[in-house]
Each structure stands twice: as C-alpha cells, then as structure tokens.
C-alpha cells in the first residue's frame, strides 16, 4: 500500500482531491517503478487537482507532473534499484498517473538520472519550471546571448520559471531585469540576483509604433498577451525572446511584424513536455553546474500530500510565490 493524492470526479462533473491508501497494483503499466522522495507544484497540477482543464483524460486520476526519487524496480537495463531518478513532462500527472504518491511507475525513457550535486528536494525545487527555465537561458545562449551584451528581461519573474531563470542569470553574469505585478516580491527578486525591479504596467500598454527604443538583450518571458508585444518591439538588433508560457493571453497583442524583418528579433518557442532525451540531460547537467543552490533554498516552500487542494487553488489564482516542495512521505 502506498499514499496519494487521488482526484475523482463526481456525476455532477465536480471534482475532488484528498489523500487515500492505494495498493500498488494499481499503479500504471510502465518499466520501471519508483518510490518517490518529492515532488512540486506547477500551474498544470493546479488544473488537474481542480476543474482539470482539459488535461485529465479520466478518473479517479493521480496528478503531479514532476517528480523525484529512487527506483525501487526497473525491467529496464538502464536502471537499477537504487538509482536517483527525476521526471518532468511526458504527460505524467495529466494523461498517466504522476508523483503525488509515495510510487509512481512510468516509461524508462521518460526519466532522467539525477546528476551529482543535486538532492532530490533540491530537483523538485527546480522542476518543470526550473527545467523550462534552463531550457530558455540555453535557448538564449545558442541565439548569441553573452554577459555583457546588455540588461537581460525576466517576465513574470516572482513565479517558478521566473524566479529560476532570475536566479540562473544572475550567476552568469547577466544584468537581469525582473518584471513583476507584486511589488512585495522586490526584496525576494534582489536576493536572487535581480538588478533592477521594473513594474509591470510599463510593459503593460498596447502601442501602435512600429518599433521602440533598442533595450533589451534577451527576455525570458512566462506572460504573453500584450507585454510580449510591447517587448517584441524593445530588443535590441539580432536579439531573442524565449517565450514560456502565456499567463497574460496567448495573443501577442500588438505584434507586428517590424521587429522580426527589420531588427532580426528571434521569437523562441521553449516546450519542455516532450522535450528529447539528450536536451534533457544537457539541462539538468546546466541546472547543476549553474543554478545556485543557495538562492533555491530561498525559493522553497514546503508542503505535505493533504496541503495540494488548497495550493492548487492558489496557484491557479496567482498567489504562489517561488517553488512549492512536496515531501510525498511526510
């Protein structure tokens, strides 16, 4: 028997969440089983433990889609009992059962060895949003981002990409510009390495020129909507924005097509789900060599099983702060 969160869904179509004793033969088909150690939060769990957003293709449903742990049994030669292992994307937590629970069995080639120096409650401190944080700084750098070139803007940057990519950038030698809507967050963003705070309304407005003044080095954007726009119009010549995400609107509002044909902008698509193996491996390798790990300590908040409801909720209305750690035994 082990613990879980499990998700179940009425006749009314109205879901519920709480914590239950499952036998483990209830686990998924996949090669190899894990005894998980952590887990995270990410706006998708917020879905999938509430209304489920379309994600959830039936019930009762065990969501979390990262996790990290030890295998406890592997019908694949790659692993063995007793490695460390870390999963984000594939779906899991969303189409398959994920890591809210003390076990999870998934498909071998969706994990990844955990490398040297990370923990697995420092790996779930990072996450799919550490992970897609990674993933966009590489992005940046293999477009000619270089410390250096100028001020570099993080969006959304008190939410996990953004506090991650914040802090990431920093240690590189960046000088990071961190946008933000919550000015309460201005002392958590500095310890992380921010060089200056910059309000989100004036990024916020819709304009119709054609080009702005040449700003910004690269941006790390999780908003979409209109700021992406206004942004697009900012960067300097031959630069590029990784876009993340789309909490502002998955319009570009006020895009045109200046910025692209005449300033050589690059727009990059960062997708972490399906991500292939060896892009995986190069980012965890990044993450472990170039993230510092003093600045994720300051990011965690803890949490236990019977606390995701309540976060979930949270997190889909905007009001978690940094990276919440699941500890699935506690």
Same mark, same amino acid.
């Given at each position: ?102 076990? &999870? ?16 409650? &420092? ?80 990024? &916020? ?49 006020? &895009? ?75």
């Amino acid at each position: 028997m082990f613990k879980a969160l499990v998700v179940e869904k009425d006749e009314d179509g109205k879901t519920r969440a709480g914590v239950q004793e499952l036998d483990e033969s209830r686990l998924p088909q996949g090669e190899v089983t894990v005894a998980v150690e952590y887990s995270t939060l990410n706006y998708k769990d917020g879905l999938c433990i509430g209304p489920g957003g379309g994600l959830v293709r039936s019930y009762p449903h065990v969501p979390g889609i990262d996790f990290a742990g030890v295998v406890e049994d592997s019908a694949d030669p790659r692993y063995a009992p007793g490695d460390r292992v870390v999963l984000t994307g594939w779906r899991v937590g969303e189409s398959h059962w994920g890591g809210y629970a003390q076990k &999870a069995r998934v498909a071998a080639d969706w994990l990844v060895p955990l490398p040297e120096g990370l923990t697995t409650r &420092a790996a779930m401190a990072v996450g799919t949003a550490g992970f897609t944080a990674m993933l966009a700084v590489m992005a940046l750098e293999d477009h000619g981002l270089k410390p250096g070139d100028g001020p570099v803007l993080v969006t959304g940057a008190a939410g996990g990409v953004g506090s991650v990519a914040t802090a990431i950038l920093a240690k590189l030698g960046h000088e990071v510009v961190a946008v933000t809507g919550r000015p309460e967050t201005e002392s958590y963003l500095r310890d992380l390495g921010a060089a200056r705070i910059l309000p989100r309304e004036e990024l &916020a407005e819709v304009t119709k020129k054609p080009l702005e003044s040449e700003t910004w080095a690269g941006c790390v954007d999780s908003v979409a909507g209109a700021m992406l726009g206004r942004i697009l119009k900012q960067m300097k010549y031959r630069t590029s924005v990784a876009a993340v995400g789309l909490a502002g609107g998955a319009v570009i509002e006020g &895009a045109l097509i200046t910025p692209f044909i005449l300033r050589g902008v690059n727009l990059l698509g960062i997708d972490s789900v399906l991500r292939p193996q060896q892009d995986r491996l190069r980012a965890w390798n990044r993450i472990s060599a170039d993230l510092p790990l003093d600045k994720l300590e300051g990011m965690i908040r803890p949490a236990v099983l019977a606390d995701l409801p309540g976060l979930g909720a949270d997190i889909l209305k905007g009001r978690v702060q940094g990276r919440i750690v699941v500890d699935v035994n506690a």
